[in-house]
């Protein structure tokens, strides 16, 4: 479901709050959630990938066969260290979206800036699926910009790349320290709703403490096998992001030269 009039509209997200500004037209095109008549929900990550913690989270959506999409950060692939991830995510049908490279605020606000942390956060991406063995990368086609923050300049910049800004409806604050498994995948529970686009984290900004342990977001993985079959018993499907938004002829949008 696109956005299409909103007010200043404060967004609870990742560490801080994010607000969507309307400006002319920009925002028509940015989408917060599915259809509220179709018994789907999406689960997307962001801040990854984050080494162990990644893996660990691909390895408990392959235990129940659910696809997801996962924000990138560039500066997090850009080390080279998560290479074998991103194919890995390719592999299993999970869907790469880009969540800004460097997940600072300023840029979102200047042309310049936020063109270069597009346009960086996909070549990383790009290049680390070919070192790691994906001769013909999927196109990435879906943005969510640090914070939720989407300013007329973001929504311009994203449109002009071919993205498609991605919000989310339900985020309970799994970022926080010592939040439990069982804690996180109850307040999911007792939000979601239909079409609703659930965000999670599987790193924390661009900061990576360990590649060969999960230390960053040690709850994540069991957050999901225990949220995917209890979202199953409750009738809701965890459907792919481009299917819950009604893409499932694909994005065709074409990518101009940033």
Same mark, same amino acid.
């Given at each position: 479901?696109? =956005?299409?009039? %909103? ?31 179709? &018994? ?9 990938? $984050? ?6 989270? %691909? ?16 500066? $997090? +692939?850009? !080390?080279?260290? $998560? ?7 390719? /592999?299993?049908? #999970? !869907?790469?979206?880009? #969540?800004?490279?460097?997940? %600072? ?6 042309? @310049? ?5 597009? @346009? ?24 969510? &910009? &640090?914070?939720?923050? +989407? ?5 311009? +910049? ?10 989310? !409806? ?5 970022? #926080?320290?010592? /939040? ?10 007792? /939000? =979601? ?23 960053? @977001? ?15 018993? /409750? ?21 101009? @030269?940033?």
């Amino acid at each position: 479901m696109a =956005v299409t009039a %909103l007010a200043a509209v404060t967004i609870a997200g990742c560490s801080a709050p994010g607000f969507l500004l309307p400006e002319g037209e920009l925002l028509r095109d940015v989408y917060v959630r599915g259809s509220p008549a179709v &018994p789907a929900v999406a689960l997307t990550f962001d801040d990854g990938p $984050n080494g162990r913690c990644t893996e660990a989270v %691909l390895d408990a959506l392959a235990e129940h066969g659910t696809r997801a999409t996962f924000f990138v950060l560039g500066a $997090n +692939v850009a !080390t080279g260290r $998560n290479d074998s991830l991103l194919a890995r995510m390719v /592999r299993d049908g #999970h !869907t790469i979206g880009i #969540h800004g490279h460097t997940h %600072l605020v300023p840029p979102l606000f200047h042309e @310049r800036l936020i063109r270069r942390e597009i @346009r960086t956060a996909l070549a990383a991406v790009d290049r680390a699926l070919r070192h790691a063995g994906v001769a013909d990368p999927p196109r990435v086609a879906f943005f969510r &910009p &640090p914070f939720g923050l +989407v300013t007329g300049t973001t929504a311009r +910049v994203a449109a002009e790349a071919g993205l498609v800004i991605v919000e989310w !409806t339900v985020s309970v604050g799994d970022w #926080h320290a010592g /939040r439990r498994a069982e804690d996180v995948t109850a307040a999911v529970l007792a /939000r =979601v709703r239909p079409g609703d686009v659930i965000v999670l984290h599987d790193g924390v900004e661009t900061h990576q403490r360990s590649v060969e342990c999960c230390v960053d @977001r040690v709850a994540v993985a069991e957050t999901v096998r225990r949220l995917v079959p209890a979202l199953h018993e /409750r009738g809701l499907h965890v459907a792919p992001l481009a299917e819950l938004l009604g893409f499932e002829a694909g994005l065709t949008s074409s990518r101009r @030269r940033l």
